[in-house]
């Protein structure tokens, strides 16, 4: 089993069509075409190398609507791109991996795994109309996806993937913001080009936002999906003149940086007017930002990422973004358990 990266996310939604006018109209993202299966339908939306299914439930008994009246909308499945999906199904049932009808491999929670030959979604649509007056070429790829599972199932998961997919550990921490506290293991696949950042609450400290998501959210679940790209200031102020909302630092965080990281290659008053943060790792620069979650339930959003030779993640800005995600949490109403 070779993995070699992620073909596609497909996202379980209660309107397909309402949800590819929202990627289009707020990312930049273009209707690639359309699929109509039993009980369901789809859209493809993509933009770069990241290509998003939409699939809503057209019969009661279609997975995609238990999932929404559970979850709400929410990504579902990571399709995985191998040389052989047959063989690589086989030899996941043999190291133990659980795969149901579709060849649907269990991940986390309700999120499943599928094999599936690289770009072979691509001739299966059909075209659709639809989409963004303007699509954009600003996001380029599916940069890495992060996972929140209960407390006690880090460890089991991170060994899932281990055993099951071959991946390994690339980073671990324990973050801790005032009371709050919560576990981080990042895992890669082999060759580097898929990556899941898993999130455990900490029971020992007050329950925070992975607590939340949690509640909201029903259970494990993609808490963010993080977008690449080569030019995030671009990219977030032409998102942000398309109405996306992001995530507010303070402004003391951008009083320290040079001292903290040096002179990096975004001018410092750049990444304070955009409330980029930045971090650094042995072998470079990386560069974030997140944006506002739009979910009625307030659990999913979407993170822009770019990367200056950085391979992991920065310590200072896993912090930074759980203090930004407690202020909104702090200041926005009780998240609805609708869709």
């Known amino acids: 089993m070779h993995v070699h990266t992620i073909d596609h996310v497909e996202f379980h939604v209660g ?18 075409g359309g699929l109509t299966g039993p009980g369901s339908r ?13 699939t809503e439930a057209t019969d009661a008994g279609h997975p995609a609507a238990a999932y929404v009246a559970r979850h709400g909308d929410g ?4 399709a995985l791109a191998v040389d052989d999906p047959d063989a690589a199904t086989a030899e996941a049932v043999r190291l133990g991996a659980v795969v149901g009808p579709g060849g649907r491999m269990g991940g986390f929670g309700d999120v499943a795994h599928t094999f599936v030959r690289a770009d072979a979604l691509l001739g299966r649509v059909e075209p659709v109309d639809g989409g963004a007056d303007s699509p954009l070429e600003l996001l380029e790829t599916i940069d890495h996806v992060a996972v929140c599972v209960p407390a006690g199932e880090l460890l089991s998961t991170v060994a899932h993937y281990e055993r099951v997919l071959g991946f390994g550990q ?6 801790q913001v005032g009371s709050q506290a919560m576990n981080s293991i990042v895992v890669q696949s ?3 080009q898929v990556t899941l950042t898993l999130l455990e609450p900490d029971t020992t400290a007050r329950p925070g936002q992975i607590d939340a998501f949690l509640a909201a959210h029903e259970g494990a679940g993609v808490q963010h999906l993080a977008f690449g790209t080569a030019d995030i200031a671009t990219a977030v102020r032409t998102l942000a003149g398309r109405g996306v909302r992001f995530l507010s630092t303070p402004g003391a965080y951008y009083d320290e940086l040079e001292r903290r990281v040096g002179r990096v290659a975004v001018p410092v008053d750049v990444l304070r007017e955009l409330n980029i943060l930045v971090d650094q790792d042995t072998e470079g620069e990386l560069f974030q930002i997140f944006a506002q979650s739009t979910h009625p339930r307030r659990t999913l959003f979407f993170e822009l990422i770019e ?11 896993i912090k930074a973004l759980y203090e930004a995600v407690e202020r909104e949490r702090a200041a926005a109403p009780t998240p609805t358990a609708t869709r």
């Open 75 to 78: 990504l579902a499945t990571i």
């Open 307 to 317: 990367r200056l030779g950085a391979l992991t993640f920065g310590s200072a800005n």
């Open 190 to 192: 082999p060759n580097g």
């Open 42 to 54: 789809s859209v493809l939306v993509t933009q770069g190398a990241i290509r998003v299914l939409l």
């Open 170 to 175: 690339v980073f671990t921490e324990h973050i």
């Open 15 to 32: 309107d397909a069509d309402d949800a590819a006018a929202t990627f289009c109209a707020d990312y930049g993202f273009r209707v690639r």
